[in-house]
């Protein structure tokens, strides 16, 4: 079946550092969600991108839809203790059904 | 911004018992509406697609006799756990699909089933 490889699982970086995490995939998507979820709560939708190569920003946030459709970066600067938290991409397959493939997720801890 | 809410956002019950969770569109109308599992320091994994008046659409391996969904209108979706074992303690959570065109999913709180 379908797949999202999301790099790295984890990361542990110093208040004020940029983050960088990627999302790959065998398939050709439509469309790249970002969503960043904390402890007992459901999925924040951050970003969402729609075309290949679109490059769209929110704050400090940062995430690329690639050039092939199959891949999808999100960067984060000058990182802040609230950024803590796992990150997740996600695919739509299929506009049809809206159905999402959701990455492994990369937990983010940020030390102050 | 697009709000969907739970409820309950914790349930603990007894073996053998069933358990409903609600998922509402607090601001938008959903034709359609997704439910999740989601296990520790796991992703989500997609159970159902949950279409309003018409019958839900399950992912291959969950039960649909088990997993009951009930899309009654354009802002709320139910999920019933029938005859919950321990195995289906797990984190719950629903989606909302706002813009159909846009494929942007919304999603509520989460709901923690602790079967005992």
């Known amino acids: 079946g379908q797949q999202l490889n999301q790099s790295p699982q984890s990361m542990f970086i110093q208040e004020g550092e940029d983050v960088s995490m990627n999302c790959t995939s065998s398939s050709i998507f439509n469309t790249w969600l970002w969503y960043k979820q904390e402890p007992g709560e459901g999925p924040v939708l951050l970003i969402a991108l729609y075309k290949a190569g679109e490059l769209t920003s929110n704050g400090r946030l940062t995430a690329q839809f690639g050039i092939t459709r199959k891949d999808s970066f999100l960067n984060i600067s000058a990182s802040i203790p609230s950024d803590v938290g796992i990150y997740f991409c996600?695919?739509?397959?299929?506009?049809?059904?809206?159905?999402?493939?959701f990455g492994q997720g990369t937990t983010l801890q940020v030390k102050p | 911004g697009a709000v969907v809410s739970q409820h309950p956002s914790w349930v603990i019950c007894k073996s053998g018992t069933s358990v409903k969770i609600e998922c509402r569109s607090l601001?938008?109308?959903?034709?359609?509406m997704f439910w999740y599992r989601q296990f520790p320091k796991q992703s989500l994994m997609l159970m159902a697609t949950s279409n309003e008046g018409s019958k839900a659409t399950y992912e291959q391996g969950v039960e649909k006799d088990k997993f009951l969904i009930n899309h009654a209108s354009l802002t709320l979706s139910t999920l019933t756990v029938t005859s919950a074992h321990p195995e289906d303690s797990s984190f719950y959570i629903c989606s909302g699909l706002r813009d159909s065109q846009y494929n942007e999913q919304f999603f509520g709180p989460g709901t923690r089933l602790t079967v005992l």
């Open positions: 996600a695919g739509v397959l299929s506009s049809n059904t809206g159905k999402l493939i």
């Open positions: 601001d938008f109308q959903a034709t359609t």
